[in-house]
Structure formats: structure tokens, C-alpha cells
């Protein structure tokens, strides 16, 4: 067990629809890291915030957007949703703000989309 | 942007024997991670490489950072059942975009008892 959360483990929903991606981090973790896995691209890293404010970009589309709130949990919102969004995300967390051999990932959300 | 190549893709091995994968980039990486990731579950540290040069091991699994600092390798020595799962390699660049971890396509690993 990390220590990261992620709810809820699977999701399955229609296209055009929006949902909610949770993470917990792990206790005194202060970035979230959200990462999406896709058989064709791998793992691609999306977004991290750091202590509530966003410090890094990745891949992600404008369709997607992520907050991390006053008690570090993050959530990924993921909107309009398309077939070719249904992948695994991952949500890893650290104590500091670079993404290194601190970092712990989650057992990761599977979204399929119908 | 930044890409990782990793191989092989899959392997199928008895139990027992060595294996090795390896990453390569075409750029250069401050630091080299391998990890493996069981299903259902998600990638899980296994060695960290900091130096070009380095060879680091973890039990039964060594790891070593190329002088160029543009590929890695990961052997597995006397494989068992449990070492089944995808292994992958991923790489930081370092400075200011130690955020970005990039990671390869990941080599499945099969092992036959």
C-alpha cells in the first residue's frame, strides 16, 4: 500500500459526459501528480499541483482541469468525455515540489467510456 | 518532446533465467528510474539511478545509468514467478523541469514456473 487514495477504482460512463477523478495523497505529501495511462501512449504525465497551486502542465487537454485543495486532496475533472479518454489515471504524490524517487503512486482510477 | 525506447516489448522466460531490458532516449536524462507495475495496481519504485555510470542493485535486480546518460538498463537475475508485471523505465531531465517524469512503453514480463 502507497499510502495514495484514489476513488473511485472504475468508472464507466457515456461519451459527452463529465466526471470526477479523486486522490488522497499520502499523509505530509504536498504535490499531487496526475498521470494518464493509455495502452497506445503509455504514461503521460498530466498536471501537478504544489500545496494547492498548480506548478506544472503536461498533456493535458483543455477539456481536462484539476484543482488540489486546502487539505491537499486533488480532484481531476475530465469533461466531454470521448471514447479515446477511457485509460487508466494515476494520481502519484511527494513531499516536495520535483517529481523524484519520493514520489508514490495510487492503484489508479480505470475510466472506460461508452 | 522527450521519448523513451524500451525493449523488448514482452518476454516469456522460465523460471530461473536472467533477463534484461534495457531504455534508450534521445536526450539526456539527470536521473533513471525503473519501476513495475502488477495489475491493478500502479508502478511501484523499484531503483533509482542518479549518476552516468552508475550500477545499482535491489536484491535480484541491478541497474546501471549509461555514461552518455541517454539510455539505461535492468537485469533481473534467476527470475521467479512473482517478478510477472510490466516493468518500466522513466527518465528526469533535471533542473527546472524535474517534474516531468517520462516513461517508456514498459516491457511485459512473463515468467513460467
Known amino acids: 500500500d502507497s499510502g495514495v487514495t484514489q476513488t473511485p477504482k472504475h468508472l464507466i460512463t457515456a461519451t459527452g459526459q463529465r466526471v470526477t477523478l479523486r486522490c488522497s495523497p499520502r499523509?505530509?505529501?504536498?504535490?499531487v501528480y496526475w498521470y494518464q495511462q493509455s495502452l497506445d501512449q503509455g504514461l503521460q504525465f498530466l498536471i501537478q499541483y504544489y500545496n494547492g497551486e498548480e506548478r506544472a502542465k503536461g498533456n493535458i487537454l483543455e477539456r481536462f482541469s484539476a484543482q488540489q485543495f486546502p487539505d491537499l486532496h486533488s480532484e481531476l475533472n475530465l469533461s466531454s468525455l470521448e471514447l479515446g479518454d477511457s485509460a487508466l489515471y494515476f494520481c502519484?504524490?511527494?513531499?516536495?515540489?520535483?517529481?523524484?524517487?519520493?514520489?508514490?503512486f495510487g492503484q489508479g482510477t480505470r475510466l472506460t467510456v461508452v | 518532446g522527450q521519448q523513451l525506447n524500451q525493449s523488448p516489448q514482452s518476454m516469456f522466460i522460465q523460471e530461473g533465467e536472467d533477463v534484461s531490458m534495457n531504455c534508450t532516449s534521445s536526450?539526456?536524462?539527470?536521473?533513471w528510474l525503473w519501476y513495475k507495475q502488477d495489475p491493478g495496481e500502479g508502478p511501484v519504485l523499484l531503483i533509482a539511478l542518479y549518476k552516468a555510470g552508475e550500477l545499482t542493485s535491489n536484491g535480484r535486480l541491478t541497474a546501471q545509468f549509461g555514461i552518455t546518460r541517454k539510455d539505461s538498463f535492468l537485469n533481473i537475475s534467476a527470475s521467479i514467478p512473482s517478478d510477472v508485471g510490466i516493468y518500466f523505465c522513466?527518465?528526469?531531465?533535471?533542473?527546472?523541469?524535474?517534474?516531468?517524469?517520462?516513461f517508456g512503453k514498459g516491457t511485459l514480463l512473463t515468467v513460467n514456473p
Open positions: 502519484a504524490s511527494s513531499v516536495g515540489a520535483a517529481m523524484n524517487t519520493e514520489a508514490f
Open positions: 499523509s505530509g505529501d504536498l504535490s
Open positions: 522513466a527518465g528526469l531531465p533535471g533542473g527546472g523541469s524535474n517534474y516531468k517524469l517520462t
Open positions: 536526450s539526456i536524462f539527470n536521473t
